[in-house]
């Protein structure tokens, strides 16, 4: 079964750059997507398809995916975006798999 | 405005049966395939099941399979959940959530979720 790896956790100071990875077999050959998903609320799509953002997501956010690993990128960070995030794929063996979730700090 | 809307969780025993309900408002609910997805307490996102817009195909993941099915009512809107003999893994919030065909089969839109605990 294809598996996904992402770091438990991420810090970053305030106004600086996030970056979260997604760690797959190949993953660069699939399309990513990203959840944000704060305390208590259902998750929201942030990125799709590797690199773009649905409508009302801000610039700050933006992804990349190549090789075996794939990147969910946040600039500026901000209070606001403190959350655990998670990517996912869909696979033919699988159907649809998660990372494991990772929990960002803005210091 | 889109929105989903879960009901149905709550207690139930081990072995025991629930029914989560999923109602749909603001786009046009047949044309999606659809999904669940569960979350255990303090753990990640996990995919249980989804259908086809026709209800003609489904999916679910290894642990549920035989165990629980996924149904949908074009007619009124609704996506359905049926899980029996319940096991305390189990125990989570369950969401559903449509499928984008336009982002490559994201999930879009999401609803609040219920939750599910299995306990006796």
């Known amino acids: 079964s294809y598996e996904l790896t992402q770091p438990l956790s991420v810090s970053v100071a305030l106004g600086q750059t996030a970056r979260i990875t997604c760690g797959g077999n190949n993953i660069g050959s699939k399309n990513v997507h990203w959840y944000q998903q704060k305390p208590g609320q259902a998750p929201v799509l942030v990125i799709y398809?590797?690199?773009n953002r649905p409508s009302g997501i801000p610039e700050r956010f933006s992804g990349s995916n190549s090789g075996n690993t794939a990147t969910l990128t946040i600039s500026r960070a901000q209070a606001g975006d403190e959350a655990d995030y998670y990517c996912q794929v869909w696979d033919s063996s699988t159907a649809v798999v998660f990372g494991g979730g990772t929990k960002l700090t803005v210091l | 405005e889109v929105q989903l809307v879960e009901s149905g969780g709550g207690l139930v025993q081990p072995g025991g049966s629930l029914r989560l309900s999923c109602a749909a408002s603001g786009f046009t609910f047949s044309s999606y395939w659809m999904s669940w997805v569960r979350q255990a307490p303090g753990k990640g996102l996990e995919w249980v099941a989804n259908i086809k817009q026709d209800g003609s195909e489904k999916y679910y993941v290894d642990s549920v399979k035989g165990r629980f099915t996924i149904s949908r009512d074009n007619a009124k809107n609704s996506l359905y959940l049926q899980m029996n003999s319940l096991r305390a893994e189990d125990t989570a919030v369950y969401y559903c959530?449509?499928?984008?065909?336009?982002?490559?089969?994201?999930?879009?839109?999401w609803g609040q979720g219920t939750m599910v605990t299995v306990s006796s």
């Open positions: 398809r590797d690199s």
């Open positions: 959530a449509r499928e984008a065909r336009d982002f490559d089969d994201a999930f879009d839109i």
